[in-house]
């Protein structure tokens, strides 16, 4: 899910005076990680402020910056304290949403670390990304919906 540059719309969180936060993220192939990350989102990847700087709008706002660092800086840490969370609501069964939702994920080039696992808010799942960078699938039990046995 990529195309060309992104429409100005798109930047405006990257050119508004206000202060706004985004993630970012160091990748080897920024173009095949935004690729990832906007089939994981549904939706569309474009090109950033250079080749190797790539958008992916978040649905709810913001964006996932993906880039490649300079040479004349030390490659970041894989793995550090900040981890993208994924979040989906449902009334159904949380682990069993959460393990079609992981396989979805393998299936676009990521990996699981672990088994998926029921808490009492819902499930999680820990996974990593094409470059090994974690991240984090919650499947969270809405209040309408009787919990699943743990």
Avoid at 12 to 37: C, G, H, I, N
Avoid at 92 to 119: C, F, K, M, Y
């Amino acid at each position: 899910m990529l195309r060309g540059s992104c429409p100005r719309k798109e930047h405006s969180e990257m050119q508004d005076p206000k202060l706004t936060l985004s993630w970012v993220l160091a990748a080897r192939d920024p173009q095949r990680l935004a690729a990832f990350y906007a089939g994981l989102l549904q939706t569309e990847a474009c090109t950033g402020l250079a080749e190797h700087h790539w958008i992916v709008p978040l649905p709810e706002g913001g964006s996932l910056q993906i880039y490649t660092p300079s040479r004349r800086r030390p490659w970041p840490a894989s793995g550090a304290v900040l981890a993208p969370c994924l979040q989906r609501v449902t009334s159904h069964n949380s682990l069993e949403d959460l393990r079609s939702w992981r396989d979805g994920v393998i299936a676009l080039g990521g990996s699981s670390t672990e088994e998926p696992r029921q808490e009492s808010f819902g499930a999680e799942c820990w996974l990593k990304d094409p470059e090994g960078q974690r991240f984090l699938l919650l499947v969270i039990q809405s209040k309408e919906a009787p919990q699943e046995a743990m």
